[in-house]
């Protein structure tokens, strides 16, 4: 247990920022992209059903995944922020009660939202734009997502208490696991010479390798071997820890929800379109690769947020600021390299998962379209986590809520109206310019911030 600590404490409060930056990123952005896995696994074989019907069902559900994930990050964002921080100012038991409390809570939540989600699923899904057509098959992906929520949300909150600790290896392996697990099981849940589920099969079989997951990540913390303990005892809530958790994880899962409600809106403005049901397919194949260049980023910053957690709880301050500026240096260069392969590849991915000549050409425009300006999205997430983590809630609400909501949905409502297709086009490049003029404008007000709140940490 001492050497756990010790190792722990050397990561994150001694190695390098950068290279402690990079050591836990890799396994995290790893741990994510096997996560992607899911979804991309699951549209490649529902594109080996030749149904573009069931292409645009699961199309329709992209943004109830992302409304879960952003339940999840509320208290797993917030649980990693605030127990990085009583890390670093030697508080390992105040960690545990965090960490132990916000799982329970996460437990109970899952349970609300898988009971209700399948009360709801009609309506839910008509909400997300489904079609008559499309109805049907996407209540059949939807029901074993909500079933998947008992598992996700705790499962969550683990792999981020994990990270705050620096135990990023078993939280890939849990991970990548469950995503190779999903590999084998979906073509068995999937085709007639297996169980012949069609598009059920597909969310049952990324289900089941959820609750692999949760079990793994469950069975490391029950086994005694983390710094961050688990026990009964330790379940404390209080409205005081669930405030100050919520302040913090809010921001993070408000992006998600945001990328949620901007996703539905381009739906429901695909279908005013003609070619409406190819339109919304294509665009579900779009959602899903720019998850993948998503969880790049959120794992990069997955890297970043424990060691400038570590650093502003001991108050260290020339330490935070080098940590932030090589998190700013590494999202922008990561977010250009994910806009070039976009971009160059655009067609070459959309036929991965469609040979529609119709699909095609609406996917890799949307594709292109959705990443030309995508280093905006790199730096309002590492501003967003940066204000998280020093404690300044309203501006990381205020950023979170920026790119896919203040911005993208104005646009989204207006510009197809007057342009059709086109307006689908132009909704998130127009979004992106004004967010990257206003993050450029807040870089110095949140680096005085920073300093600020933690010389005020040294005087109290």
């Known amino acids: 247990m001492y050497e756990s600590n010790q190792q722990s404490e050397s990561v994150l ?20 992209l096997a996560k992607a896995v899911y979804n991309i696994v ?12 069931a292409l645009t069902a699961v199309g329709v559900t992209v943004p109830l995944l992302l409304i879960m994930v952003s339940i999840e990050n509320i208290f797993a964002a917030g ?20 960490v132990t409390t916000i799982i329970g809570i996460s437990m109970i939540i899952g349970i609300l939202l898988c009971v209700f989600g399948i009360l709801f699923i009609q309506p839910l899904m008509h909400a997300f734009g489904a079609s008559d057509a499309s109805l049907p098959q996407a209540k059949e992906y939807a029901f074993w997502m909500f079933i998947a929520a008992l598992a996700n949300l705790p499962a969550q909150s683990m792999n981020c208490a994990a990270r705050a600790e620096s135990s990023v290896k078993i939280s890939s392996v849990a991970v990548i696991t469950g ?8 073509p068995i849940f999937m ?36 710094v961050i303990k688990i026990r009964v005892h330790s379940f404390r809530p209080s409205w005081s820890l669930v405030k100050a958790v919520t302040l913090i994880g809010i921001p993070t899962a408000i992006i998600q929800i945001c990328l949620a409600v901007a996703s539905s809106l381009t739906n429901i403005a695909a279908s005013n379109l003609p070619e409406a049901d190819n339109i919304i397919a294509a665009y579900g194949v779009v959602q899903r690769l720019i998850l993948i260049g998503s969880y790049v980023i959120m794992g990069f910053m997955q890297g970043y947020q424990p060691v400038a957690s570590f650093a502003f709880g001991a ?3 020339d330490r935070f600021h080098e940590s932030v500026r090589f998190a700013l240096l590494g999202s922008m260069i990561l977010t250009v390299l994910v806009e070039l392969t976009y971009i ?15 699909i095609i050409g ?21 501003m967003t986590i940066t204000f998280q983590t020093i404690g300044s809630s309203r501006m990381g609400l205020f950023l979170s809520l920026l790119r896919q909501g203040l911005f993208y949905i104005p646009f989204i409502l207006t510009l197809p109206n007057f342009f059709g297709v086109w307006g689908i086009y132009l909704s998130q490049p127009a979004a992106d310019i004004l967010t990257i003029f206003v993050c450029i404008f807040l870089i110095k007000p949140m680096k005085n911030m920073a300093s600020k709140n933690m010389h005020i940490g040294e005087r109290t």
Do not use: E
């Open 79 to 98: 649980a990693a922020v605030l127990a990085g921080r009583q890390l670093g100012a030697k508080d390992a038991d105040g960690a545990s009660r965090t």
């Open 179 to 186: 995503a190779l697990l999903n590999v084998v099981l979906d």
């Open 42 to 53: 699951d549209t490649a074989y529902i594109g080996m059903l030749h149904d573009d019907i």
């Open 191 to 226: 085709f007639d010479w297996g169980l012949g589920m069609a598009v059920a099969g597909a969310s049952l079989a990324t289900t089941v390798s959820q609750f692999v997951t949760f079990f793994i990540m469950a069975g490391f913390y029950l086994s005694g071997r983390s």
């Open 344 to 358: 160059i590849l655009s067609k070459p991915l959309i036929m991965l998962f469609n040979q529609n000549p119709l």
């Open 315 to 317: 108050k260290n301050t």
């Open 362 to 382: 609406y996917g890799a425009k949307l594709l292109i379209s959705q990443v030309i300006l995508y280093p905006a999205f790199g730096l309002c997430y590492m």
């Open 13 to 32: 409060g001694s190695m390098k920022p950068s290279k402690a930056i990079v050591k836990l990123a890799v396994p995290a952005t790893l741990a994510l």
